[in-house]
C-alpha cells in the first residue's frame, strides 16, 4: 500500500520561504515519479510542480521562485518554496506515480493528505 506523507506547511509573510517535504511509502520498483498541486476555493486545483525521470517541470505561476527536487531513491520529494507571494496561499498536496508514469499529475494514483501553506501581506 502506497502512503504519502507532506510536511513543511505553515505561515509566512510575503518574500519568505518555505519547504515542503514529501516521503512515499510502499513504493516498489525503480521509484516513483512525484509532485505537487495546490488547491484554493477560488482558483480550484492547479499543477505546480513535478519531477519525472530527474527532470523537473514548473507551472509558469512558479518558474523561477520555487525549486522540486528528488531523492536518489525517487520515493521522496522536496518543493523549495521562494519568494512567496499571497497568491501562493493554498492547500498544496503530494502526487505519486510508479514508473512509468503518465503525463498528467491529475492522472496520478497517489495523493497525500495535504498541507497549508499561507502567505500574508
Known amino acids: 500500500q502506497v502512503q504519502l506523507v507532506e510536511s513543511g506547511g505553515g505561515s509566512v509573510q510575503a518574500g519568505g520561504s518555505l519547504t515542503l517535504s514529501c516521503v512515499a511509502s510502499g513504493i516498489t520498483g525503480s521509484g516513483a515519479c512525484m509532485g505537487w498541486v495546490r488547491q484554493t476555493p477560488i482558483k480550484g486545483r492547479e499543477f505546480v510542480a513535478l519531477i519525472k525521470y530527474g527532470k523537473p517541470y514548473y507551472a509558469d505561476s512558479v518558474e523561477g521562485r520555487f525549486t522540486i527536487s528528488q531523492d536518489a531513491a525517487k520515493r521522496a520529494v522536496t518543493l523549495q518554496m521562494n519568494n512567496l507571494g499571497p497568491e501562493d496561499t493554498a492547500e498544496y498536496t503530494c502526487?505519486?506515480?510508479?514508473?512509468?508514469?503518465?503525463?498528467?499529475?491529475?492522472?496520478?494514483?497517489?495523493w497525500g493528505p495535504g498541507t497549508q501553506v499561507t502567505v500574508s501581506s
Open positions: 502526487a505519486a506515480e510508479r514508473e512509468p508514469c503518465g503525463a498528467s499529475i491529475e492522472w496520478w494514483n497517489y
